[in-house]
């Protein structure tokens, strides 16, 4: 019986899906495993051979730790809002729906080729009503909840009502706006009800505000940071500006203390830690407060991690969107503050960041009045500093800081040295060395005595004092998109409230276009008649494609629940994720989100862990190979229809171009292919070598532009999942990048064939022994057993495809057909090739299905003692096979073993035997 792996593996996959091999509850005795892949956007190009790389090793390590007794969660679903959806819908006029199912449908057509053991009655698709109800639900608790310091967690909103009715806002120590109110009780009840509104808003934990926000008008949405990349949308490459809007956002920063710690907690690539870690960027130092005459009692506050340069200072820099420019700015600068605002909003935040030599700015007109000395500070904008990040001012000190050194130079502003180690460059640092000179109350001082000494200062004439702050701000969460989870908030005389519980879900309504409106609200605003209560105006905006990804993971534990996101019970037995495989590109999104919503849900009682998921691993990616021909250029310049081969190239003028990988095989193009891919290459001639057509090739980024995309459907139709599952890992170390490349992928297919051959006699019958193992035999089964082991639970799957290639060479040498060698071996390789193991275990006689829940073989490491050895016969110095017999036997023992061995007698040819040559563990020469 040949093996046929496109018959086997439909069997098992149906075998699979109709017994529901993998569906999985809490009610069980076993430990848990839970085991979760970042879900996929459902895009209509499909997957390709990157793609499923993280799917698959999650795969192994889950089927693996059902092999050990645990009882493993390990379900699938689609991150199924979002923009490129909506881009098609605003094209073609289909309904995002009707795309995103088609799109969800080949992807899980795809996803079953390759036989993952996922829970698929557990799959969730955040574009499900079933399931955006639960993140609009978590939405109005984040609404309905505010941050207190003291107790360090959220908590309800109602509470600080109460509070705020009987003492007023003393004793309150919240994360809210810097422009909340202090009042006493009798003026809280004074309080309209809309003023009292509006106070609360400063301080719950998602909140709508004026924000200056990353706008691209030619996607019609608002951009988190990480969507827009040198000044353009991620998607699209459109223009991005800076703009102010209404815009509800997240209180995160509340929790900016409690995501830092938490990292010290979890299992994660210590990079992506560090990324998280710098995006917080929590610094310590002190806040500033400048006096401006022309702003009366208001004062430009400041944040410095470096107060000791304070007598340096040359001027104030504000973002030019600080919202006191306009009236900080004088009329004779007016034109000049006015062109550089407008220039400032073409650029992103990022870029702004990002560009460090670049120097720009405007002078207001106005100064402030330095806190210690007196003296008049000028006020400028400028772009470097932003207006969500700190105050949004700075006090500029060229001798202590490179930008400002730049900032300074540029305008010709005064440059004072701070210390006798400061050079005027902004690099030397007198925390390590010198004291300062010129320096009022601290000169003569070290760096600590001056920082102690200044803070003290400006507490006592209530200048400043010290303070934390983190570099991270409140996230952003709306978008004007269509295709997104409606948020579940009406407007009444102009104020947000929340409708009733017991309405949600709130439905995606109905819309002509996916167009903004005429008047520029969002495509919500096309809908006809959707009012709440049929009276009051519903939000506009979308929820953010972040949204349903921020919890997930908990709808997994109970995707049927219509009465809570998961019951608690279920909640208590899974707990977190275990094990979580995913891209680095996460890092400041949806990973800090879910952190974020993680802790928050834990802090109102409704889940049981502080951190959602213990350990992280980023898969590396696949890159794709690309292949070029090279098509010969005429002494023009101009191309013509002949293609020289690689090798043969230099010999003429030619250009390289790009062809499908898919009808190349190891470099060598398909002539007759290349001649249908277009009606110009029809009567294409090639100059050949060796009679082949060979192409260049080169390590690229796998997309369609470039001809390398290579579908997993072609390789699975050719060589079967079970070998795309083992060449995936093969690859290389799972956290690298890699190229695909086919050309190996033969060896793995091979391997799997010979795994095959095992269990069947040279004419293909299944044939299997009941005889007792040889040591040899379980000495080889043995060292996969644990090599395969310590392998999965170090997530090194490359190196385990390598040792089961050299463990079935072995037992084929051997000529193992031993069923206790056989059968355990099925289970160890079960995890990485399930289709071939799981026909051969039932074709051992097992009950079909059940090798998903074997139990992993049990390694002795008895079997690994060394007391054989494979003696190299060889028969007048030629090596002719290798004999393995016990170490402990003496020459004359050997002798006879070997001349009675039925391969040795043939190798002979009845010649008689002159002398045997014998050295102990090294080698048998026999001499006829």
């Known amino acids: 019986m040949e093996y046929h792996h496109k018959t086997i593996e439909k069997k098992w996959q149906q075998f699979w899906a109709v017994n529901q091999t993998f569906r999985v509850d809490h009610t069980t005795d076993k430990p848990k495993y839970y085991v ?5 956007y459902p895009s209509g190009a499909g ?18 730790k059902r092999l050990k007794g645990f009882n493993v969660l390990h379900p699938m679903g689609y991150d199924s809002f979002g923009l490129p959806a909506e881009q098609y819908a605003i094209q073609t006029g289909q309904h995002p729906a009707v795309t995103t199912e088609a799109n969800i449908k080949r992807y899980r057509e795809q996803l079953d080729n390759i036989g993952f053991s996922f829970d698929w009655s557990r799959e969730v698709r955040t574009s499900d009503p079933s399931f955006y109800k639960w993140t609009q639900w978590i939405f109005m608790q984040l609404y309905d909840s505010w941050y207190d310091k003291a107790q360090d967690r959220a908590v309800s909103i109602a509470g600080l009502v109460a509070h705020f009715e009987a003492h007023g806002s003393d004793g309150v120590d919240a994360a809210c706006d810097d422009d909340a109110l202090t009042f006493t009780a009798g003026e809280w009840k004074a309080f309209s009800a809309a003023e009292q509104h509006r106070e609360l808003l400063k301080y719950r934990l998602a909140y709508l505000r004026e924000s200056t926000v990353n706008w691209c008008a030619a996607l019609g949405t608002v951009l988190a940071n990480d969507e827009v990349i040198n000044g353009v949308s991620e998607r699209g490459g459109y223009p991005v500006e800076q703009k102010k809007m209404m815009q509800w956002s997240m209180r995160i920063t509340a929790y900016a203390e409690r995501l830092l710690k938490g990292l010290d907690s979890i299992d994660w690539p210590e990079p992506l830690a560090e990324m998280q870690r710098n995006w917080i960027g929590k610094s310590i130092g002190a806040s500033v407060r400048f006096a401006v005459p022309s702003l009366g009692e208001r004062q430009i506050q400041v944040f410095t991690t470096r107060v000791d340069t304070i007598y340096g200072v040359n001027a104030l820099v504000l973002a030019p969107e600080h919202e006191w420019v306009k009236a900080l700015t004088t009329a004779e600068q007016q ?13 992103s935040e990022l870029d702004r960041m990002a560009d460090v030599k670049a120097v720009s700015g405007a002078f207001t007109g106005s100064h402030a009045i330095h806190p210690l000395t007196g003296e008049e500070v000028p006020i400028w904008i400028a772009d470097y500093v932003l207006a969500g990040y700190g105050t949004g001012a700075v006090m500029a000190v060229p001798s202590g800081d490179q930008r400002d050194y730049l900032f300074s130079t540029h305008f010709g502003l005064p440059i004072i040295p701070i210390s006798d180690a400061q050079q005027l460059d902004g690099q030397a640092d007198p925390t390590k060395e010198g004291r300062y000179i010129n320096s009022g109350i601290i000169n003569g001082m070290t760096y600590s005595e001056a920082v102690a000494t200044l803070i003290a200062k400006l507490e006592t004439i209530g200048a400043g004092e010290a303070t934390i702050t983190y570099r991270m701000r409140d996230a952003v969460f ?9 948020v579940p908030v009406y407007f009444k005389d102009g104020l947000p409230q929340l409708i009733d519980e017991g309405e949600l879900p ?3 309504p109905e819309v002509d276009k996916y167009l903004p409106t005429e008047t520029g609200e969002p495509p919500l605003g096309r809908a006809k008649d959707w009012k709440y209560r049929g009276q009051y105006d519903y939000e506009l905006s979308t929820m953010p494609g972040w949204a349903g990804s921020s919890w997930y993971w908990y709808r997994y534990m109970d995707a049927r629940n219509d009465e809570a996101f998961a019951s608690r019970e279920a909640i208590d037995y899974w707990r977190d994720v275990d094990l979580y495989i995913g891209g680095s590109e996460h890092a400041t999104g949806h990973l800090l989100y879910s952190r974020f919503w993680n802790k928050f849900l834990k802090d109102l009682g409704y889940v049981s862990e502080e951190e959602p998921f ?7 990616m696949i890159q794709g190979r690309s292949n070029f021909v090279y098509r010969v250029l005429d002494e023009a310049g101009k191309g013509t229809n002949t293609f020289v081969s690689q090798g043969l190239k230099d010999e003429y003028r030619t250009i390289a171009l790009h062809v499908d990988v898919n009808i190349v095989t190891n470099d060598v193009l398909n002539l007759d292919k290349f001649r249908q891919l277009r009606p110009d ?5 090639f100059i050949l070598e060796h009679g082949k057509y060979i192409c260049g090739h080169e390590v690229e980024k796998m997309s369609k532009s470039k001809y390398n995309v290579v579908n997993p459907d072609d390789i699975i139709e050719q060589y079967g999942a079970d070998t795309l599952r083992m060449y995936e890992m093969f690859l290389g170390p799972l956290e690298q990048s890699k190229p695909w490349n086919t050309n190996g992928i033969e060896g793995v297919y091979k391997f799997l064939r010979k795994f095959w051959k095992l269990f069947h006699d040279a004419e293909g019958n299944f044939a299997v022994s009941d005889e ?26 490359n190196t385990s495809v390598s040792s089961f290639m050299i463990c079935v060479n072995e037992l084929t040498d051997l000529r193992c057909n031993k069923r206790a060698i056989l059968q355990d071996l099925c289970i160890v390789l079960h995890p990485y090739a399930p289709h071939i193991t799981e026909e051969l275990w039932a074709l051992l006689g097992n009950e079909p299905g059940a090798l998903a829940y074997a139990n992993y073989p049990v390694f002795n490491p008895e079997y690994l003692v060394e007391n054989e050895f494979a003696y190299p016969i060889s028969v007048n110095g030629k090596t002719r096979m290798n004999l393995t017999l016990p170490l402990d036997l003496e020459q004359p023992e050997v002798e006879k073993a070997v001349l009675a061995n039925e391969d040795v007698q043939r190798y002979l040819e009845g010649k008689p035997v002159r002398k045997v040559i014998y050295v102990k563990g090294r080698i048998v020469n026999i001499v006829v």
């Open 36 to 40: 979760l892949d970042m879900f996929p």
């Open 47 to 64: 997957l390709h051979v990157g793609h499923p790389l993280g799917y698959i090793a999650s795969d192994i390590f889950a089927r693996y």
């Open 335 to 347: 034109a000049a503050v006015d062109a550089y605002i407008a220039q400032t909003k073409k650029k």
């Open 478 to 486: 709306g978008r004007q998109r269509y295709w997104g989870e409606p």
């Open 506 to 508: 709130l439905l995606l």
């Open 614 to 620: 213990k350990k992280l691993i980023n898969q590396g």
């Open 681 to 685: 290459f029809a009567d294409a001639e």
């Open 772 to 797: 007792a193992p040889s040591r040899s035999e379980l000495k080889a089964l043995h060292k996969i057993i644990k090599k395969v082991e310590d392998d999965i639970e170090r997530f090194s799957f």
